[in-house]
Nanobody
Framework: QVLLVESGGGLVQAGGSLRLSCAAS????????MAWFRQVPGKEREFVAG????????TYADSAKGRFTISRDNVKSTVYLQMNSLKPEDTAVYYC???????????????????WGQGTQVTVSS
């Protein structure tokens, strides 16, 4: 059974930074497109960032551009989300997701993903 385990969430003041990690196991990591999503209670889950299997192509939601950076380490089977200049509206549960195969940057936010982590809470205080 594939496992995606997120970590790194927590409470931070506005303007601060957090680095989320998602460790994957029981899959051939370098054959998966990886992404981060977030969800606030009562709202739909939204795409934050995605990265193709080699790490050469990334894409971001408008809300994340210029502040968040997605990266991956295929040796460690881990994907990261560096979040800087955090705002209260970034408060959400953050999920990582995996999709088999190469997905172009233009489609990372719309394709269905095969596996999901359990989520990690990020709370940004004003």
């Amino acid at each position: 059974q594939v496992l995606l385990v997120e970590s790194g969430g927590g409470l931070v003041q506005a303007g601060g930074s957090l680095r989320l990690s998602c460790a994957a196991s029981r899959l051939t990591f370098n054959r998966y497109t990886m992404a981060w999503f977030r969800q606030v209670p009562g709202k739909e889950r939204e795409f934050v960032a995605g990265i193709e299997w080699s790490g050469g192509s990334t894409t971001y939601a408008d809300s994340a551009k210029g502040r968040f950076t997605i990266s991956r380490d295929n040796v460690k089977s881990t994907v990261y989300l560096q979040m800087n200049s955090l705002k209260p509206e970034d408060t959400a549960v953050y999920y990582c997701a995996a999709r088999i195969g190469f997905i172009s940057a233009q489609r990372m936010d719309v394709v269905p993903y095969d596996y999901w982590g359990q989520g990690t809470q990020v709370t940004v205080s004003s």
